[in-house]
């Protein structure tokens, strides 16, 4: 059985730094692509950031340069580095397979940012 | 970007009645060189993550009822599902792979009539 489970959310305030994380299990997590999607509250899905089963990486255009998306295939982890995060990053944010299309979606973990 | 718009914004159906979701893609999703149009619907049920129900366009995920049904090509795509059930109220999204960023529709909520 397929688990995703992340971890890592909380308050930050504006400008501060939060490691998102996500276990994944039930299947051959290096030669998956793996992405990260949010969701604000109340709104709906955005895409994040991509990685390859390569390593190579994607980003949405409101968090390239802050973002960065990493993996550690022994470890069967997926990473978000957040850095200078903004009110606008507040959202729930989900773990994703990716393979035919979205495939598998971890339950989420929320990241609020507020002063 | 390509921009996916979802039509209507919400539906309101009868039990057992068919409710019938549109999505608009600004570009074609069709990859011409496999003929696969990289086309998914997402199902969200109220605090839940959202669940892979279609994906290239008319390919039912493993384990979803055949109730629910994808179409289309190009640009022009539907979801249907033939006979409501309680269990169905949800946000419905639909979601293109074919270029990066890779978006979502606006959701259709799905309401009990």
């Known amino acids: 059985e397929v688990q995703l489970v992340e971890s890592g959310g909380g308050l930050v305030q504006p400008g501060g730094s939060l490691r998102l994380s996500c276990a994944a299990s039930g299947f051959t997590f290096s030669t998956y692509w793996m992405n990260w999607v949010r969701q604000a509250p109340g709104k709906g899905l955005v895409w994040v950031a991509r990685?390859?089963?390569?390593?190579?990486?994607d980003y949405a255009d409101s968090v390239k340069g802050r973002f960065t998306i990493s993996r550690d295939n022994a470890e069967n982890t997926l990473y978000l580095q957040m850095n200078s995060l903004r009110a606008e990053d507040t959202a729930v944010y989900y773990c994703?397979?990716?393979?035919?299309?979205?495939?598998?979606w971890g339950q989420g973990t929320l990241v609020t940012v507020s002063s | 970007d390509i921009v996916m718009t979802q039509s209507p914004d919400s539906l309101a159906v009868s039990l057992g009645e068919r409710a019938t979701i549109n999505c608009k893609s600004s570009q074609s999703v069709l990859y011409n060189s496999n003929n696969k149009n990289y086309l998914a619907w997402y199902q969200q049920k109220a605090g839940q993550p959202p669940k892979l129900l279609i994906y290239?366009?008319?390919i039912r995920q493993s384990g979803v009822p055949d109730r629910f049904s994808g179409s289309g090509s190009g640009t022009d795509f539907t979801l249907t599902i033939s006979s409501l059930q309680a269990e169905d109220v949800a946000v419905y999204y639909c979601h293109q792979l074919y270029d990066l960023p890779l978006t979502f529709g606006q959701g259709t909520t799905v309401e009990i009539k």
């Open positions: 994703v397979t990716d393979r035919n299309s979205f495939d598998y």
């Open positions: 290239w366009a008319s």
């Open positions: 990685i390859k089963s390569d390593g190579n990486t």
